[in-house]
């Protein structure tokens, strides 16, 4: 099961960090991403980590804002949101894989969090 927290209202701009506690002992035999979906589009990815932390890879539109990365010891990954835009606004959900390398397709992706909202003001 995963669980994402940390979203909330910010200013264009701002920054947030997102969570996602997944529960059991295989936390890391998976790789991790994060996805988003604004209203009325289709799920698109953001980023994801490899099972170490050591690989990761980002969405272009998220690059050099955004930074991924994961704590095995507490079954959590992290997505740490920079100069946010209005056009970041979205439900972001975390997912699991388990399979490599790493994937950009959600259709890689065995688990899903519940998603949580970001909502960037101008």
């Known amino acids: 099961q995963l ?11 701002g920054s947030l960090r997102l969570s996602c506690a997944a529960s ?18 289709e799920r698109e990815f953001v980023a994801t980590i490899g099972r170490s932390g050591v690989n990761t890879m ?25 100069t946010l835009k209005p056009a970041d606004t979205a439900v ?17 992706y065995d688990y899903w969090g519940q998603g949580t909202q970001v909502t960037v003001s101008s």
């Open 3 to 13: 669980q994402a927290s940390g979203g909330g209202l910010v200013q264009a701009g």
């Open 92 to 108: 972001y959900y975390c997912a699991a894989d388990s399979t490599s390398p790493l994937h950009d397709s959600s259709s890689y």
């Open 24 to 41: 059991g002992r295989t936390f890391s035999r998976y790789a991790m991403g994060w996805f988003h979906q604004a209203p009325g589009k």
């Open 58 to 82: 980002y969405a272009d539109s998220v690059k050099g804002r955004y930074t991924i990365s994961r704590d095995n010891a507490k079954n959590t990954v992290y997505l740490r949101m920079t």
